[in-house]
């Protein structure tokens, strides 16, 4: 086992507990609300993604546990079985037994256990056959393994007591099979950690970028202090700033190469067990992301890569049929775009046909027959609850629960997906994530008496057009020569629902930037104040969802201002969708 592989293991049964944890409390609220389907759709979600992340770990018994639980609650989902006493106390200790695996699994990551108990127990809850022996037995005392005990390396695994509820004797080992010896290259210590809460890292960063405001106002009003000891000092204290601001911004952000890593397991395992040949091609691993995020992200790309390869690509047989190699490709690409972090999964297989996916919804009953779709509201079909274009469900898909995970878990991060497919020759999944809390560095403009960011990143260049450098075209708008160049022109009030005077229509300071497709365009702004650090703040539920809008900041001298998103402004703008509030 190389360092690669305990490092996914290791990762794998942190994320369990979490998991889990999330389980049980689930758990408890349906035995409370048997008829709540979101409390249903969660613990489905949790299961799926436990099984699918266990099979890439490599801990078989696991995700073979998750799966046959996995059949019940599809039983629980569909409305075929009843929850009662009985099943929530199965659901229960079945939970239970999975931390106890889990705990042990640390100790020893070779560690098998016997779960064919589980499954004749399980099964007979699917057939309703031994439901009211199941209701008696839940009612005696059971058996609970102590806290101690679950983190034992000898514990086994046996879930279910045989038909005598009688406690095997003390002296006795637990039911095991295949039980592995500890041995030492297998209990492996991670690097020395410590677990903290989010929520002081959250305070931490929070107070770090007051100090930088703070910090900020102090450099530029420098001038007015006359002693050189107290000029050196500030400028001092702005090293140290910057070196206390990066350590507490690198405590939240972590790189995408060890998810991006997990994917190539992933691509591999599925495509032997579908019998296609594949490869994944990666770029932008290095890119980081806030680990709140990234938590939020790994299921989608688990999901969006496995639907790739099951869905997306053909078999050999049919690539070279249709004249592609038999070898078929799945791209994983990761990028800032402007305010976003981009994440691309794309592949180079059949595409997506908009009049069977259509007809797929029709016959599961989640839209109206005969209903008019644009290829955009087709492709989003897929992420409805119980949608699959599959026939027969497997240990890969075929549920109808993965994409609706994917546009659950990155719409709680307020992204958004964007989907892009051509048939026969492939189709393009586009995650974009917006900042969340983050300092960066950012361009201070103004527009009317209002102040507004604009992200450095986000800029190409800016510069002072002559009156020959705009040209107007009717029915298209304002135009702007950049060295030759010819790009669209905007005025930022216009887009913002303010109304300049008639001779300042398109007199200006033009931003250049690049947006969807890297096209370029330029926005006029009244005057550019400054270059200086930002610390993004998120919008509140009143001003959230507006486009071309990413966040909030306090700048230099204490008052607010809007982050502008400009690569969504302009496309917003285009689609008639303009941000139509002023800043207070």
Request: aromatic content about 4%.
């Amino acid at each position: 086992m190389d360092d690669f592989e305990k490092v996914l293991k290791f990762s794998f049964l942190e994320e369990a507990e979490q998991m889990l944890s999330g389980c049980e409390q689930s758990f408890l609220l349906l035995e409370g609300a048997p008829d709540d389907s979101s409390i249903i759709d969660k613990i489905f979600r949790l299961a799926h993604s436990f099984k699918g992340s266990a099979g890439v770990a490599g801990f078989e018994d696991l995700s073979s546990f998750a799966h046959h639980l996995e059949s019940l609650l599809e039983k629980i989902k569909s409305g075929r079985h009843k929850v009662d006493k009985a099943t929530v106390n199965l659901l229960l200790r079945a939970n239970d037994e999975l931390n106890s695996m889990v705990c042990s699994l640390r100790a020893d990551l070779n560690r098998r256990f016997t779960i064919e108990p589980f499954i004749a127990d399980i099964q007979a809850v699917l057939n309703s056959t031994q439901m009211a022996a199941q209701a008696a037995v839940a009612d005696e005392p059971q058996i609970s393994l102590s806290h101690d005990a679950e983190k034992s390396a000898d514990s086994g695994f046996h879930l279910f007591a045989d038909s005598s509820p009688t406690p095997a004797p003390a002296s006795k080992p637990p039911v095991s099979g295949k039980d592995s010896p500890p041995a030492s290259p297998n209990t492996v210590a991670l690097d020395e950690s410590i677990r903290v809460n989010l929520r002081r890292i959250d305070e931490l960063v929070n107070d770090v970028g007051e100090l930088v405001i703070l910090q900020t106002v102090l450099y530029e009003h420098r001038h007015l202090v006359p002693s050189d000891l107290l000029q050196k000092t500030i400028s001092h204290l702005e090293k140290i700033t910057r070196k206390i601001q990066d350590s507490s911004m690198s405590l939240r952000m972590v790189p995408l190469s060890q998810t991006f890593q997990k994917m190539q397991r992933i691509v591999r395992d599925t495509s032997q067990l579908l019998d296609k040949k594949m490869r994944l091609k990666t770029f932008g691993d290095d890119t980081e992301i806030d680990k709140t995020v990234l938590d939020l992200l790994s299921d989608p790309l688990v999901h969006l890569v496995r639907n790739a390869v099951d869905h997306g690509i053909e078999s050999a047989a049919d690539r070279e049929a249709s004249g592609k190699p038999a070898e078929g490709t799945v791209t994983l690409k990761a990028y800032h775009l402007g305010e976003h972090i981009v994440v691309e999964i794309s592949d180079d297989g059949r595409g997506l046909d908009k009049d069977k996916l259509i007809s797929k919804a029709e016959r599961l009953g989640l839209i109206n027959p005969g209903s008019v779709r644009t290829e955009q509201e087709a492709y989003q079909l897929i992420f409805k609850s119980g949608f699959s274009t599959k026939e027969a469900v497997t240990s890969i898909s075929g549920r109808g629960v993965g994409m609706d995970v994917v546009k659950t878990n990155v719409e709680q991060i307020h992204g958004r997906i964007e989907v892009e497919s051509t048939l026969g020759k492939g189709s393009c999944f586009r995650i974009l994530l917006p900042l969340t809390l983050a300092i960066i560095d950012g361009m201070v403009v103004a527009t009317g008496d209002q102040r507004y960011v604009i992200p450095i990143t986000a800029i190409q260049e800016s510069l002072l057009p002559g009156p020959d450098d705009i040209t107007f075209a009717a029915q298209r708008g304002h135009y702007l020569n950049v060295r030759g160049q010819t790009i669209p022109l905007f005025r930022l009030s216009q887009i913002l629902g303010q109304k300049p005077a008639a001779d300042q229509a398109m007199n200006g300071i033009a931003v250049v930037g690049k947006g969807k497709g890297g096209v370029s365009f330029a926005v006029l702004v009244d005057d550019i104040i400054s270059q200086q650090q930002i610390v993004i703040k998120r919008l509140g539920d009143e001003l959230h969802g507006l486009a071309g809008l990413s966040g909030a900041a306090i700048l230099g001298d204490g008052k607010a201002a809007l982050i502008i998103d400009f690569a969504e402004l302009i496309n917003a703008t285009k689609s008639n969708k303009s941000v139509r509030k002023e800043a207070a």
